[in-house]
């Protein structure tokens, strides 16, 4: 079969007539080609016409009275016309097609290299911001636009350069040998009290100490100066240090007498959405808030291609645990454990060593009042300016 014969399409028929050779010739007369023409048996034949002959054919034999059936179809054509019944299979050659033209002159993957101590997740939102993010149009990527926006957002780099690879962007960088804040540490600053306290341990790794143990100081005080008297010269630094300090502190938290608590399980509930970049399509109604007697848990399951490229679509799934609710009381140790850890949070480093505390209710509250003696870090750094005295009266500086 040539090409063209199977574009204009092949119909393979056999005819049943009285005298097989006079129809054959009737047939070529009549200006219908005949090709692979077979003698199976004494009045039957098999043979092959084009498509656009076939109704000719049918007419001719039906008029000298002999019998006509299609055995096949064959050609270009007649795969063509089944292919339009399969709808899903030309979908998606479709997309494969608009595919195979349109994702190449798009970004879909972001990689950062050269950094160390940059996160990428960084690097990558502050490139957003300059145009790379997933399914932006490779021909918009300025790589100078890039670099800008890059260094002005992250100041630890010293140099950044974008290149597109297919349909991956990577952005090279390279980071400072001196990170901005370690320039900031170069800075003159002291370490003051951050509230009033009796001295226990004072170290200083840098600086000059302006108190001793045993001493009772108030809050702002110079602790620790950045200023060392050097003879004739003064050093300024950062001063560092660890002052440790006796302090006492005082604390009311108030309860309402009556609450609602959870018991058993009553059953749960997943609520499934699909996160596009930074845009989340829910599938469910609602504001996701959930009442006082349920309990959320929330997974996120990111899509990962082979190679550890990961597309900016996730399935996130929110299980509500609900709980059946009964009244009850708030009770005295509730209140007590919460108010010390609610002082060690307040404290950098330290702890509670006595207090004492005192729950008084009061129509349908409940209040709890305490002081407690507690030792813990007081220094904070004060950034200093040239010219400052430091804690010092004039006659010292003199």
């Not at 919460?338 to 004492?356: C, D, E, N, P, R």
């Amino acid at each position: 079969m040539t090409f063209w014969r199977s574009l204009d399409g092949v119909i393979e028929v056999e005819m049943t007539a009285a005298e097989p050779e006079n129809a054959l010739t009737a047939i070529t007369l009549a200006g219908i080609e005949l090709f692979t023409v077979r003698h199976d048996k004494d009045l039957i034949c098999t043979f092959s016409i084009r498509r656009r002959d076939y109704a000719r054919l049918a007419a001719l034999c039906k008029k000298k009275g002999q019998s006509l059936a299609i055995v096949r179809k064959r050609g270009l054509y007649y795969a063509l016309a089944n292919l339009r019944r399969r709808k899903m299979l030309i979908l998606g050659l479709g997309i494969l097609m608009l595919s195979a033209f349109f994702l190449p002159t798009r970004i879909l993957f972001v990689r950062v290299e050269g950094n160390e101590k940059i996160p990428a997740k960084e690097i990558i939102s502050a490139a957003e911001e300059s145009g790379i993010y997933f399914g932006a149009s490779r021909r918009q990527v300025r790589s100078e636009k890039v670099k800008n926006a890059l260094l002005d957002a992250v100041p630890q780099l010293q140099w950044a350069g974008v290149n597109t690879s297919g349909c991956t962007a990577v952005i090279s960088v390279r980071e400072r040998a001196v990170s901005y804040s370690a320039q900031k540490t170069r800075e003159v600053s002291s370490i003051v009290a951050d509230r009033d306290g009796y001295i226990l341990s004072c170290v200083v790794t840098q600086g000059s100490a302006r108190i001793q143990p045993g001493q009772t100081v108030r809050k702002g005080q110079t602790l620790i100066s950045g200023y060392t008297e050097c003879g004739i010269s003064i050093q300024a630094t950062q001063a560092k240090g660890e002052v440790i300090a006796q302090t006492s502190r005082e604390l009311t938290v108030l309860s309402p007498v009556n609450c609602l608590k959870r018991t058993v399980a009553s059953g749960s509930l997943k609520r499934i959405s699909l996160l596009l970049g930074k845009k989340r399509i829910f599938f469910w109604k609602g504001s996701g808030i959930s009442d006082t007697g349920c309990g959320r848990m929330y997974r996120q399951y990111d899509l990962t291609l082979p190679g550890g490229f990961r597309l900016p679509v996730a399935l996130c799934v929110d299980t509500y645990q609900c709980f059946e609710l009964e009244d009850g009381e708030s009770e005295s140790s509730t209140l007590g454990a919460f108010a010390h850890q609610y002082l060690k949070s307040q404290m950098v480093a330290g702890q509670i060593q006595s207090g004492t505390q005192a729950i008084l209710r009061s129509g349908d509250t409940l209040r709890l009042t305490g002081s407690y003696v507690c030792t813990e870090a007081i220094g904070k750094v004060k950034p200093e300016q040239i010219g400052e005295t430091n804690g010092k009266t004039n006659g010292e500086n003199r």
